[in-house]
């Protein structure tokens, strides 16, 4: 069925809006479509697919449209909304728009410029090419230039895997196993899970792979004291909670009270009652101080750059710049060296981000290893073989989505002395 002439123009207004990268691209959509409710689902997922196809794929369209008629934005749109729907979806193009898209349709975009083709700023894929290699490089671009899939987490507090598979079945959804996370599943395409008794009752939540791993791998136990240092809206907290049998006690500590507020439903929901959310004004907090070496297990998702995430949020490839980086990575030693106050002798400390920059990860932890002789690096091979989970990793944890399928993720344990 033919889309309406509107689609093009609703399209082009809130991509002009995006790409002024002043905001995150889903809450600008969020806010463009609650203030345009005539737009109905479909076409709301269409200008989404759009967008997102996109940003994932500026450098190559910005290049296309260099040749063709019209205003620029408008040959943007124009092939976002081809390569979401075809061109034969759409109303209001002209014969000798269709004509330009047929020829930019046959183009072979694997013999277009290493940078182009990566679709990467180019301080980025100079950074990635110095440190991997072309090639890695090439094919990271690649994963991270698709949707990513749908995971699941399935909450044992209320469900076994089992249970959701064929709960999932009978709506009709089809998952699977993933090969890593013990409670993850994958869906097959993108169905609405909001409606879903499983989703309600809180037996399954929306988490990738890898950041579910990266709860796994804080080895939390029954009864003991567990802090989550950089909690958000809690995706990692309610994971870790599961995971200690909804026993002990488990802190979420978050300076951004909006985000501790979304974590409160979700809680409520999954049934936990050792989740405890605790706002701090910064990470020196007396609230911190108050724990100082009486925790068992820390877990500080620092916050980063997000570049491990562009499948999901490719406009912040184009929002992220080197200054900024540099500017967080003091802030993230910071954060590490007063999480380890709180963890007690013989406890853990876990340092992760979704990214896959040296300055992010492993140059962190030496600094903080260079500054605290109290604590070594537990090799993650050890880690992982503690948790039985079938990785095959070095010191560290690192995730790449064209190699494991998740997000892009890293990952240290480090252990205090006794």
Known sequence: MRLPPA????????LREILRFTAPADSTLSRYFREHPKLGSRERGVIAEAIYGLLRNKAVYTNFTESGVGAIMRRMTLLGLTDAVGADSLGGVSEEELEWLSRIGQIDREQLPPLMRSNLPQ???DKLVARHGEEFVLKLAAALNQPAPLDLRVNTVKATREDVITALAAAPILCEPTPYAQNCLRVVKKPSLQNLPSFKEGAIEVQDEGSQLLAQIVGAKRSEM?????AGAGGKTLALGAIMRNTGRLYAFDISEKRLAKLKPRVARSGLSNVHPVLIAHENDAKVKRLAGKVDRVLVDAPCSGLGTLRRNPDVKWRQLPE??????????SILSSAARLVKGGGRLVYGTCSFLDEENEDIVTAFLANHPDFSLVPMSQVLEEQKIPLEMGDYLKLMPHVHQTDGFFAAVLERKK
């Open 7 to 14: 689609i093009i123009p609703h399209t082009e207004e809130v």
């Open 123 to 125: 301080w980025l894929f």
């Open 226 to 230: 567990v802090v989550d240092f950089c």
């Open 324 to 333: 900024a980086i540099a500017e967080m990575n003091v802030k993230q030693l």
